[in-house]
């Protein structure tokens, strides 16, 4: 069945209290490919760590069990799932073992190779220009550092045509491949994963060693 357009919106931007039941349902519903790119990123414990559309926070508060003494961050563009993560993971805020931050993936607030590994998944749906934020990604990551992108590709027709295509810009695996090979990473591998009858990709790339 075809989501209605405003459901389709809250996924793309949760917001007020709608955005918040979104929001719970997504931490239940999204845990298995997040987990699976969590095993993908190879963390180590002295990683810092970015998810770019971190949403809920809880697959960053995973992560830092992983990275245990390393450092983490988050970014959304919605101001209500940037309170839902500050809030539900204030004790790791207080500790300092992870940040949220409210901004926009094509203009990440960070400086030049800061991170060891970058994650997203579920979000490239929503770039218009996704060179503009897989750029940023590589911008911010290490030399050698990890970068994982987690999609329901177009190959899977039945998630296709359950999302309005205004909305949700399902693509094929070869492009999303493509555009992460645009943007500069190297080393492209592709691997998929299933979650009942939905198929799910990552592509998973890394960041050349700056020249001698």
Same mark, same amino acid.
């Given at each position: ?35 699976? +790119? ?22 960053? +508060? ?110 094929? *695996?070869? *492009? ?37």
């Amino acid at each position: 069945m075809r989501k209605p357009r405003f459901i389709a919106k809250q996924g793309r931007k949760p917001s007020g209290l709608l955005g918040q039941i979104v929001a719970r349902v997504m931490a239940k519903e999204t845990v298995d490919e997040n987990d699976f +790119a969590l095993k993908l990123l190879q963390l180590q414990p002295e990683d810092a760590v970015l998810e770019i559309g971190c949403g809920h926070g809880d697959t960053l +508060a995973k992560a830092a069990k992983a990275a245990s003494h390393g450092f983490l961050c988050g970014i959304d563009f919605s101001p209500t799932m940037h309170r839902i993560s500050t809030r539900r993971h204030r004790r790791l805020v207080a500790e300092k073992r992870i940040e949220f931050h409210l901004g926009s993936s094509d203009r990440l607030p960070f400086d030049d190779q800061s991170f060891d590994k970058v994650f997203a998944v579920h979000t490239i749906y929503f770039w218009n220009v996704p060179l503009d934020h897989l750029g940023e990604a590589r911008r911010v990551l290490k030399p050698e550092g990890r970068f994982v992108l987690g999609f329901c590709p177009a190959e899977d027709a039945r998630f296709q045509a359950t999302f309005p295509s205004e909305i949700y810009h399902i693509r094929p *695996e070869a *492009e999303i491949a493509k555009l992460a090979r645009d943007a500069g990473f190297e080393a492209i591998d592709l691997r998929r994963h299933t979650r009942g009858d939905v198929r799910f990709s990552f592509v998973i790339g890394t960041r050349a060693p700056d020249p001698l």
